[in-house]
C-alpha cells in the first residue's frame, strides 16, 4: 500500500479540556477502505478524539499532529473540516428550532459544493437527492419539512445523522457513541447505512463503549483506548476478547 492511501495520520496527539489534559499521546493511522473501531472505559478520551478531529472549540491541541488527506487539520475550521469531507456523528444530536431539515441540509451540501469550486444544486436536484436518501434511510417524506431533531426520538435522531452523512457523503466519517439508547431495529439502520455507504475511497471510525454495535459494523481495525493513550491495536478479534474479559486485562 503507499502513503497516498492514507486518509488520517495521528502522530502524539495531546489534548486537555480546561487544565485537565485528557489525551496523552494518540498516534492512529487510517487508510482508505478502513473501519476503525475505538473502544475504552468511560472517561478514557474517546470522545475527546472525535470532539478535536471535528474541531470542537472546548478543546486544546497541546502537542501532536494531525494531518487528514496530506494537510495539517488542526489548521483547519470546523467548516473548513466539513467542507474536506470529514463527517461527525454526535453522542447527543443537537436540537435546532426554527430550521427545517431541508433548509438544513440545503445550506450544508451547497457551502461544502461551494467550497468544492461547484455550482449549488437546483432546488429540483436537491429535493430528488434528498428523497432517494431518506428512503435510504428509511425516513418518512413528510420528516423533511420538520425542525431538525426537535421532538425526535432517539432513534430519529440517530436515523436523521445518518442521513445527513448519506447527503454529504463524507471521505471519513466518525461515528461517536452513535449505538447509545438505540433499539435493535434503529441500530441495524444506522449500521446498514454506514455499510452502504462505505466504499474502498473512504474511511469511517466507530468510536464505541459497547461491541453491540460491532456485530453489525465489522471493523478492520480495533484500537483500545485507555487513560488517554492507545493501549492496544488487533483486529475484529479483540472485540470478543473484551466482551469476554472486560478492559481491565488490556494494558
Known amino acids: ?108 451540501v451547497n457551502s461544502r459544493r461551494q467550497a468544492e469550486g461547484l455550482e449549488p444544486l437546483k432546488a429540483a436536484e436537491f429535493l430528488k437527492l434528498m428523497k432517494e436518501k431518506m428512503a435510504f434511510v428509511q425516513m418518512r417524506q413528510e420528516f423533511a419539512k420538520r425542525e431538525v431533531n426537535v421532538g425526535f426520538s432517539g432513534g430519529e435522531k440517530k436515523r436523521n445523522e445518518i442521513f445527513q452523512m448519506a447527503m454529504l457523503d463524507p471521505v471519513l466519517s466518525i461515528l461517536d457513541e452513535t449505538d447509545s439508547g438505540l433499539d435493535v431495529d434503529a441500530l441495524r439502520i444506522v449500521a446498514q447505512g454506514v455499510n452502504t455507504l462505505h466504499t474502498p475511497q473512504k474511511a469511517s471510525i466507530i468510536i464505541t463503549h459497547y461491541q453491540r454495535l460491532l456485530e453489525y459494523i465489522v471493523p478492520d481495525v480495533v484500537h483500545v483506548l485507555k487513560d488517554g493513550r492507545i493501549v492496544k491495536t488487533a483486529g475484529k478479534e479483540l472485540v470478543a476478547e473484551i466482551e469476554e474479559k472486560g478492559y481491565d486485562s488490556i494494558n
Open 1 to 108: 500500500m503507499s502513503n497516498n492511501d492514507i486518509l488520517l495520520k495521528i502522530e502524539g496527539l495531546k489534548a486537555r479540556v480546561e487544565e485537565k489534559e485528557i489525551l496523552k499521546g494518540v498516534d492512529l493511522e487510517i487508510r482508505k477502505g478502513e473501519i476503525h473501531a475505538v473502544m475504552g472505559p468511560n472517561g478514557a478520551g474517546k470522545s475527546t478524539l472525535s470532539a478535536v478531529l471535528a474541531g470542537k472549540p472546548n478543546f486544546t491541541v497541546t502537542e501532536g499532529s494531525v494531518m487528514f488527506m496530506g494537510k495539517d487539520l488542526l489548521k483547519m475550521s470546523p467548516e473548513e473540516r466539513s467542507w474536506a469531507g470529514i463527517f461527525l456523528s454526535f453522542q447527543y444530536p443537537v436540537e435546532i428550532p426554527g430550521v427545517s431539515i431541508t433548509n438544513f441540509m440545503k445550506t450544508a
